[in-house]
């Protein structure tokens, strides 16, 4: 079975920032995946500890650590075991914002698993990873992962600008329905159709529709419930 633990070193030892973390608190978390590695794991297993402080966009996030393992041992134990050995070290894994553990019976592709955790730094003292024949080396899946994370940051700031765009035009329509008030559906409609036609932008009549509705209900022209009777 496949593994993947995160641990976010601020919340765990409920610091104010990221400013206040020591090397002490990195080694208290390191102990717990060396004790991992020690009794868990089994000579040949493959795992690999990530270290990472910033987010999807590539913007500033709170410093964390993502270890992938495999390991025979049912989750539910693993998982008692892991929060028991914490508090030993007098921590406690509790809370999704300080960590998450989750299982995969598969991996569809197990060297992007694997490699999720090399994306910026990786602990080489807590990494061991002996390819088969023919599969490509560490060094090769740390190049495969930083590159797949620049090109994952491009796409998912991209995405977030044009999201972001879509909303301000919307509240520029708003602006000027809010301006002539019109009241029905047909009038609303009809208006944001004129609004996209004028401005020199092609006309989306699922968008159009959208952002008739979404009016409306701003506004109060059509209650949630009949909304949900008009979909459902």
Not at 19 to 38: N, Q, S
Not at 77 to 100: H, N, S
Request: glycine share 4%; net charge positive; hydrophobic share 25%.
């Amino acid at each position: 079975m496949y593994y993947s633990l995160r641990i976010t070193l601020g919340k765990v030892f409920n610091l104010n920032s990221d400013a206040d973390i020591t090397d002490e608190h990195r080694a208290r978390i390191k102990y717990l995946f060396a004790d991992i590695v020690r009794e868990k794991l089994t000579p040949d297993s493959n795992y690999v500890l990530g270290c990472e402080q910033k987010n999807k966009y590539g913007e500033q996030t709170h410093y964390h650590y993502h270890f992938n393992f495999e390991s025979d041992i049912e989750k539910e134990t693993l998982r008692k075991w892991l929060t028991r050995t914490a508090e030993k070290k007098e921590y406690k894994l509790k809370g999704k914002e300080a960590y998450c553990f989750q299982q995969h019976n598969n991996v569809d592709d197990y060297h992007r698993w694997f490699r999720y955790c090399l994306k910026e730094k990786y602990n080489k003292k807590y990494t061991r990873y002996q390819p088969d024949e023919g599969e490509p080396s560490l060094e090769q899946l740390i190049v495969l992962a930083k590159d797949e994370r620049k090109r994952s940051v491009k796409s998912n700031c991209e995405r977030r600008e044009k999201m972001n765009s879509k909303l301000s035009y919307f509240d520029k329509i708003v602006e000027q329905l809010e301006k002539e008030d019109p009241k029905s559906k047909k009038e609303i409609f009809i208006f944001i159709t004129k609004y996209y036609v004028e401005d020199g932008k092609p006309v989306n009549p699922s968008t159009v529709k959208g952002y008739t509705y979404n009016y409306m209900l701003m506004k109060n022209l059509i209650s949630y419930e009949q909304f949900y009777e008009l979909y459902n």
